[in-house]
């Protein structure tokens, strides 16, 4: 047995690495859109710079140098995957050590790789079908704060359908395997189905942004975060996965 | 009908554990909200790292401006 210091201890570095490795996929696939999202975002706004600020107010005489420059921000990426990483990893640790023992499989690394399935649909893919992720230059910023609430929900919605999908899957499991699967599908997609109709339309895409620059961003948004998940739940799976060896001394 | 748990690696539910758990797990929201959300509130450091992980929270698919 491990103790929750040792299983949280491999979640948070399992998830730095992750992070980091998504942060790579990020550099390179998504990087590219982003400098030429600015470059319509600056091109929009005259010279005005990419800090955040309000950009109907923005002129020339409130110009200044930004906080940050691009290559700082582009280092800044490996930071922020690295730590959303880190955050990711210590809570599907702490999922995993609390749930374990609910998940039907002997094996240790198909409960991990489960958790993390389940992770990526409720955190990733559900808020992703609903409120895709935009490149700068798209987006009010007198919306953000209903935008942020919206796409916490979403995430909230998005495990609360893993559930429903697992709760249905258990329960139809007596009419056979089939019956198993479809209960799970049909339980997943029915509640993100009803949430979506519910939550609030958000669409800010300005009509003359690219639409393939615009999906290219978000193909590489949705990529780093299938990154970050992949190697989350194998490298978890594999830190809790006994070995040949130990499983046969214990068997 | 549950197929028996052969090789539970994790200890048992007790409220120390729950306890643990949950303050891991607020530590560990604050540092996903650092990232994500924060605009120098938490950080106490401007928008200093709020700037620098834009990119970040943009291709981690957090809505930004």
Known sequence: MRTFGQLLVRGLIV?????????????????????????????NAGAHTHDHGDEHAASSSEEEAPLVSRSGQKAGLFLATGL????????FAVGFTL??????????????LGLAAAGFIGIVLVPFLKYPPNPPAVGDPETITRRTVTYLLTIVIGLLAVCAGVALSRWAAR?????????????????????????P??????????????????FASLGTQ??????????????VARRPSEQKVNA | MAAP?????????????????????????????????????????????????????????????
Request: proline share 3%; net charge neutral; glycine share 12%.
């Open chain 1, 15 to 43: 998830g730095l690495f992750a992070g980091l490795l998504a942060g790579t996929f990020a550099y390179v696939m998504g990087e590219p859109r982003v400098d030429a999202a600015i470059a319509i975002e600056e091109a």
């Open chain 1, 84 to 91: 959303s990483g880190v955050a990711l990893g210590g809570i």
């Open chain 1, 99 to 112: 749930l374990r023992r609910k998940l039907r499989t002997g094996n240790d690394a198909y409960a991990a």
């Open chain 1, 175 to 199: 009419y056979g395997d089939v019956a198993r699967l479809a209960g799970g599908v049909v339980g997943l997609v029915v509640t993100v189905v009803a949430a979506y109709l519910i939550l």
């Open chain 1, 201 to 218: 339309r958000i669409n800010e895409v300005p009509d003359t942004f690219p639409a393939t620059l615009l999906w290219q961003f978000r």
């Open chain 1, 226 to 239: 299938a990154t970050l998940w992949l190697l989350l739940g194998f490298g978890y799976a594999a830190t």
């Open chain 2, 5 to 65: 748990a052969q090789s539970v690696t994790v200890p048992a539910i007790s409220s120390r554990l729950l306890l643990l758990s949950g303050l891991s797990v607020a530590l560990l929201l604050l540092l996903a909200y650092l990232v994500g959300f924060d605009q120098g509130a938490v950080s106490q450091s401007g928008m200093y790292l709020h700037e620098l992980m834009h990119d970040g929270r943009h291709l981690l698919g957090v809505p930004c401006h």
